[in-house]
């Protein structure tokens, strides 16, 4: 203002004299005052400077002695000729507890003007100086603390202490504060509180230097809340159904809450009300509409009263049932064909309207191929639907799904996959199994042809063929092998072997993608009759295998122990009257014997 009002009076002068003005123009005055707001990290720098007529630059010289040694260059102020008043320096950051010296300079073309040094002094760092504020954001069961602290130029950290005496029975959590030195502002939001109960806090903060506490101070929460109702979107169900949804916050006390709905905003129906637990959360509300009509629009909202005795009306939502509804799809399954082939199935419900129906499916989930979609008509009959896709890389992983649309929208079933086929069943032959004669129960000499069978990932026949030439002639059938990637062994039980001949055999598989042939292997059938025999007991812990057999015909004992790998044990002759006898250990590994005539 005193600049101002110097501009006023040598304005007017200039119109009575303006040559005048130019004969008084001199050095600027300058005149250091006292700072202001000394803290232990800033300062401002106060001075009084007049331009006296002529454009002047003015500024601060400041330090830790006269030599002003901490003077910024650049830093000045640029005055017009008709200044004549304040300058400020803001300081920052200062070393706490330091002293300081500073004066103003003036210059303009006359000449230049000192001000007189000045001293002052920053506060030294020490414990934060933490005090207490007005709580706001108050309701009946949380509260808004507040406050202000000063770390006094140190890293701090803050809390707040509060509860229903000066006890101080709960603690806020902790809050970092910067190494400031000015009062800093803090709040803490606090819940769980009781309605119409007084509290009291304090600010509580500690830095290196120590902790401090500000003073006491307290205050009540409100009597009660009331109620707030919020609505959220309706679930339509169906064409003539729907169900409402909402959220209400009792306010602290029992509450009851509902909707109005109608085809306008003025409703005209309410659904029952439902009871709420008193608290001071948001919980859901929701009631289901049934006998709507078709194809129209209705207005909602959710309302909610407790011992307050006021209502809180959410604001206004609407749904529109449809006229029709999307399809039902179920992806079901996928069957191969041959290599590259698979027949994707599903099942859709047209739901009333005419629908069409198709197949997204491919490599991934995002699919990227569709079938030509199929007009499976209306009603509400489930229809399976199909549709043969090719040119399938071998042993890929597919992933599809059933789609359909009506007049309502269109609707995706689940995500299937399958695995395509990797080709026809690769077939090894193995050797085979061939055992003589065991009376009674086998009268002739019998075989079990083996192989080998990998499924290539579809089921899989298998069979032998069999002879006593590679023409074979005869078919011995296998078990069924299920689909996979693993060989699996397999054999078939042929007998009676009744030639006396070299019998050769192979084995075959086939799946859709193919048939596979095992090579050619040969067996001979055991010659003579097999004896007839037993086991002999004896106290020496030796047994004997004995029996009755062909007269004066050379037998071998074999034994194995997985009934595939036989070895001779010993060979013996039959007596004059039939009898043959081996000596086999008493105790071992388990192992199997059998008697093959030589």
């Known amino acids: 203002m005193a600049g101002m009002k110097v501009l006023a009076l040598r304005t007017a002068a200039f119109l009575i004299a303006a040559a005048a003005l130019t004969a008084h123009a001199a050095a600027p005055s300058a005149v250091t005052l006292p700072p202001q707001s000394v803290s232990s990290d800033r300062a401002s720098l106060k001075a009084m400077v007049g331009a006296n007529d002529l454009p002047t630059h003015a500024r601060f010289q400041w330090g830790q002695t006269t030599n002003y040694e901490l003077t910024v260059a650049a830093s000045g102020f640029n005055l017009p000729d008709y200044w004549d008043g304040e300058l400020t320096l803001q300081l920052i950051p200062l070393q706490p507890g330091t002293t300081y010296h500073y004066r103003i300079v003036a210059t303009n073309s006359v000449g230049a003007a ?86 009291h806090y304090r600010v509580v903060a500690s830095n290196s230097a120590g902790l401090a506490r500000g003073a006491d101070s307290v205050f009540t929460t409100l009597q009660w809340l009331l109620p707030t109702a919020t609505t959220t979107p309706a679930a339509v169900l169906t064409t003539n159904a729907a169900t409402l949804h909402g959220s209400v916050n009792p306010g602290g006390y029992l509450a009851t809450a509902a909707f109005q709905w109608g085809l306008t905003t003025n409703y005209g129906n309410t659904t029952p009300f439902v009871v709420l637990p008193a608290g001071t959360s948001f919980g859901p509300i929701l009631t289901a509409l049934n006998n709507l009509v078709p ?53 859709v419900n047209p739901h009333g309207p005419l629908a069409s129906a198709w197949f997204d499916w491919g490599s991934t989930t995002n699919y990227g191929n569709k079938t030509p979609g199929q007009n499976i008509g209306g009603g509400l009959a489930f229809i399976d639907v199909a549709h043969t ?91 069924l092998v299920p689909a996979g990637t693993s060989s699996v062994p397999v054999s078939a039980f042929l007998y009676p072997l009744t030639s006396d001949a070299t019998y050769h055999f192979r084995i075959v598989a086939y799946n859709q993608a193919g048939t596979n042939y095992g090579g050619d292997l040969t067996f001979n059938r055991p010659g003579g009759v097999g004896p007839r025999l037993q086991i002999r007991r004896e106290a020496d812990g030796t047994n004997f295998i004995t029996g009755t057999a062909e007269e004066g015909r050379a037998y071998a004992l074999e034994q194995t122990m997985n009934l595939d790998d036989w070895w001779p044990v010993a060979t013996n002759t039959t007596a004059a009257d039939g009898g043959l006898e081996f000596r086999v250990p008493a105790q071992g590994s388990p192992t199997f014997y059998r008697v093959v005539a030589q």
């Open 295 to 347: 194809g129209a629009t209705y207005h909602f909202r959710a309302v909610a009263t407790n011992a307050s005795s006021a209502f809180s009306l959410g604001l206004d939502r609407v749904f529109t049932t449809p006229l029709y509804l999307p399809p039902l799809v179920f992806t079901t399954n996928a069957e191969l064909h041959a290599i590259s082939f698979a027949t994707l199935r599903g099942t």
């Open 389 to 479: 896709i090719g040119g399938l890389a071998l042993g890929a992983t597919y992933h599809f799904r059933v789609a359909a649309s009506n007049a309502a929208g269109v609707v995706r079933g689940s995500d299937t996959t399958f695995v395509s086929l990797l080709g026809a069943p690769l077939a090894t032959t193995t050797p085979a199994t061939v055992l003589p004669a065991s009376p009674p129960t086998l009268a002739h000499p019998y075989a079990y042809l083996r192989g080998t069978v990998m499924p290539n990932n579809d089921e899989t026949t298998v069979y032998f063929q069999w002879g006593t030439n590679a023409s074979y002639g005869n078919i011995l059938a296998g078990p």
């Open 114 to 199: 000192l001000g007189a040094d000045m001293i002052f002094a920053t506060t030294p760092s020490g414990p934060p100086t933490p005090s207490g504020g007005i709580v706001t954001n108050l309701t009946a069961y949380t509260a808004v603390l507040l406050g202000t602290v000063n770390p006094n130029s140190l890293a701090s950290a803050v809390w707040f202490e509060w509860g229903t005496n000066t006890n101080y029975t709960a603690t806020t959590a902790t809050q970092p504060l910067a190494a400031v030195g000015v009062k800093i502002p803090v709040q803490q939001f606090i819940t769980n509180l009781v309605a119409n109960r007084t509290y």
